[in-house]
């Protein structure tokens, strides 16, 4: 039988509350769908295309053992690339749902794109100075 898969991430370690608030969000939701499923959680950037828990959700919609994939938000299944998981997902019959639709504007969706992308830039670049990167990045952001 197939599952439902419930996938949460987070972009970092020091965000381990974020993501057990995601899971706890998330499983209220599913047990009120009233079907059986099963949570993956990830902790990477959301252009990091290696996470393992990414890779396990990839493996099993393409051995057809997936019938929905939710996630709270878009962004939390993948920053860029969205489209191509949804096509992969929807060629072997499986769903992709999105709880919270809320639209953002154009502007708002590009500024959080250019700050995850300068965010994970920045930390390549600068190791151990990331922190100092992502704080000129909220100023330049806020």
Do not use: W
């Amino acid at each position: 039988p197939r599952k439902v898969i419930g996938y949460c991430r987070v972009s970092s370690r020091k965000q381990k509350d974020d993501l057990e608030r995601q899971v706890e969000n998330l499983r209220t939701y599913l047990y009120a769908q009233g079907n059986p499923f099963e949570i993956i959680t990830d902790i990477g950037s959301g252009i990091n295309y290696t996470k393992k828990g990414l890779q396990e959700l990839i493996r099993r919609i393409e051995a057809n053992q997936v019938e929905k994939v939710v996630v709270l938000y878009k962004d939390r299944l993948l920053r860029f690339g969205f489209e191509l998981l949804e096509t992969i997902a929807t060629i072997h019959g499986c769903k992709i749902e999105i709880v919270d639709t809320t639209r953002k504007s154009e502007q708002q969706e590009l500024v959080e794109d250019l700050v995850q992308i300068i965010t994970v830039f920045s930390c390549k670049l600068q190791g151990k100075r990331a922190h100092q990167a992502k704080k000129m990045i909220r100023e330049l952001a806020g």
